[in-house]
């Protein structure tokens, strides 16, 4: 039972504590972006040397490891994301006229390096990890992927909360690729595939051996699934979901003073953090459920 508490404990603070550093970071003056960048590429070649090096260490130190590895792997790309260094061709407001597959279009254009990107290092931790027993990793970079991606369509489609205020303000041009409306179709086929997917993983969890290298590991992907089910939620529901990293926003209070966005309305930073960076959006604007049309910003910065 105590290796069940340590694994979630352990799993909560690392997804707690990495999004809020990556948003300080974030909110720093554009002139440390390089030595950040700098420092994640380091973490991010020392995680896929990592996954490598325990792709067969079915220890429970070798899963508390992979896991790790996983989420610093996770981070880089959120970093080049909010920093802006690996975006997309796209950089502007959607026009007022886009509607359809064309706003859809112009919306992947906003990521599709950043998704490329991703996919690239998908592919790179496969090989790494192939035929090896630690599924840890994989499981941990494909989840938060995964539900990335879930968290980026139902924004498009069009949610309560779009999280404005944990966005960079080069990147408030994706405001205008947002809906905001109470909830979309896709919301509640997102949120109950993710929970039982959950579920199943702590039921694999909690049949396997005690103290055993299954325990851990189907109990770190079943916390991070239920923590993204989480995130889903707090795009719905009026929660604000941007006190949990309120020390990482301090950042950028102290160098970006609030600015007048075009329309008038409070300039700040918008958009969900990584899964949020894992993704976690907060309450904002009460509109209509039509896009929203945000100041179009410079490069962008993630996740």
């Not at 790494?128 to 924004?155: C, D, I, P």
């Not at 919301?187 to 039921?203: D, E, K, M, Q, R």
Request: glycine share 10%; proline share 7%; aromatic share 14%.
């Amino acid at each position: 039972m105590a290796l069940y508490a340590l694994t979630i404990i352990y799993a909560l603070f690392v997804w707690w504590f990495s999004t809020g550093a990556i948003l300080y970071l974030d909110g720093l003056p554009r002139s440390t972006f390089r030595w950040s960048m700098l420092g994640a590429t380091a973490l991010l070649a020392a995680a896929l040397y990592g996954l490598a090096a325990t792709a067969n260490d079915t220890t429970v130190g070798g899963a508390f490891l992979a896991f790790s590895f996983g989420i610093l792997a996770w981070g880089w790309h959120e970093i080049s994301f909010l920093m802006g260094y690996v975006t997309g061709p796209r950089k502007s407001i959607c026009p007022p006229e886009a509607t359809g597959a064309k706003r859809f279009f112009f919306a992947v254009q906003t990521i599709l390096y950043h998704e490329l990107a991703i996919l690239a290092s998908a592919a790179a931790i496969l090989a790494l990890t192939w035929q090896g027993e630690n599924f840890v990793g994989v499981g941990t970079f494909f989840t938060l992927w995964g539900m990335r991606l879930s968290a980026k369509l139902n924004l498009f489609l069009g949610v309560r909360n779009l999280g404005e205020k944990l966005l960079p303000e080069s990147l408030l041009y994706l405001k205008s690729f947002m809906l905001k409306k109470p909830m979309n179709p896709l919301f509640p086929f997102s949120v109950t595939i993710a929970t039982g997917i959950a579920v199943l993983l702590a039921a694999s969890a909690i049949s396997a051996p005690a103290g055993s290298f299954a325990a851990s590991a189907f109990t770190f992907l079943a916390t991070l699934m239920a923590l993204a089910v989480l995130e889903h939620w707090f795009m719905v529901l009026p929660l604000p979901a941007e006190a949990l990293w309120k020390w990482g926003m301090r950042s950028h209070e102290a160098h970006r003073p609030d600015k007048k966005q075009a329309g008038g309305q409070a300039g700040g930073r918008p958009g969900p953090p990584a899964f949020s960076h894992l993704g976690a959006a907060s309450a904002s604007t009460s509109l209509p459920a039509r896009p929203v049309f945000g100041t179009a910003g410079a490069p962008p910065p993630g996740e």
